[in-house]
């Protein structure tokens, strides 16, 4: 990236993928931020014009799963900010020149930086533990691995149920280990006290555009979308540092 700004001109592309047989395990809000924030450092550097910066995804709507709300305004985002866009096309492959969909066509890049979707650990394919089609662990509303009555699975381990729009987020992660927490010493005592994960699902992002950003929720009874200028952007920082300090222990945890 250093090497390209210094030249001063190029084509820069970003994106991310899919995985049909585990929609949630998709990845792409990191990949709007990248796009937008990389947007921002070019304009910082007088040297925006100079760019073509275009986005992709092999879905029709990237970003749907947010809510209609978000969808329309990141839409509105990428034209706004003069940001090509290649969606509904299946990447066949990569390439030095950029990326080569299936339907023949081609999206050069001087640059291509790309998210994956998510798809089940080599350690759980070689288990004898019950997996999904995409190889994560089959769980049910408590969080137990189906026929394992002693196996509890959270996160990117789980193939959890949910609403189209679920997706595998932090958050719901920290969630699930406390229901599985609280379910196992239930289990333990014998009692018939269970709690499901999935009423606790839900979409929560602070996307940092570089210049601000936008918080958006969403569950099954609403779907927010709530712009932050300039302020959203030292939210995200400071959500960042809360992250980590709270991990090591060195900040109280609040949400």
């Not at 014009?49 to 839409?75: I, S, V």
């Not at 640059?111 to 998510?118: K, L, N, V």
């Not at 798809?119 to 189906?146: E, H, P, R, W």
């Not at 987020?169 to 709690?195: L, T």
């Amino acid at each position: 990236m250093d090497a390209l700004v210094a030249k001063g001109s190029g084509k820069i592309a970003v994106g991310f993928g899919g995985n049909p047989k585990e929609k949630s395990a998709v990845r792409g809000g990191p990949s709007f931020e990248l796009i937008f924030n990389i947007d921002h450092y070019l304009r910082k550097k007088g040297i925006r014009d100079n760019f073509e910066l275009t986005f992709f995804a092999p879905m029709e709507k990237p970003g749907a799963r947010m809510g209609k709300k978000a969808l329309t305004a990141t839409q509105k985002m990428f034209d706004k900010k003069n940001i090509g866009k290649r969606f509904g096309k299946k990447i066949k492959t990569f390439t030095e020149k950029g990326v080569l969909f299936e339907d023949g066509s081609e999206l050069t890049s001087d640059i291509t930086m790309f998210i994956s979707a998510g798809t089940g650990s080599a350690i759980l394919k070689n288990s004898d533990l019950t997996l999904s089609d995409s190889g994560f662990l089959k769980i049910d509303d408590y969080c137990q691995v189906v026929n394992h009555p002693n196996v509890f699975a959270i996160g990117d381990a789980a193939a959890f149920e949910g609403p189209q729009w679920a997706a595998k987020q932090g958050h719901i992660a920290e969630k699930m280990g406390e229901i599985a927490a609280y379910n196992i010493i239930k289990k333990e005592q014998n009692s018939h006290k269970r709690k499901s994960y999935k009423e606790y699902l839900s979409i929560l992002c602070v996307m940092d555009t570089g210049t601000g950003a936008s918080f958006v929720y969403r569950n099954d009874k609403k779907q927010v979308m709530i712009p932050l200028p300039i302020v959203g952007h030292w939210m995200k920082q400071g959500w960042g540092k809360y992250a980590r300090w709270t991990k090591l222990k060195q900040f109280p945890k609040i949400v």
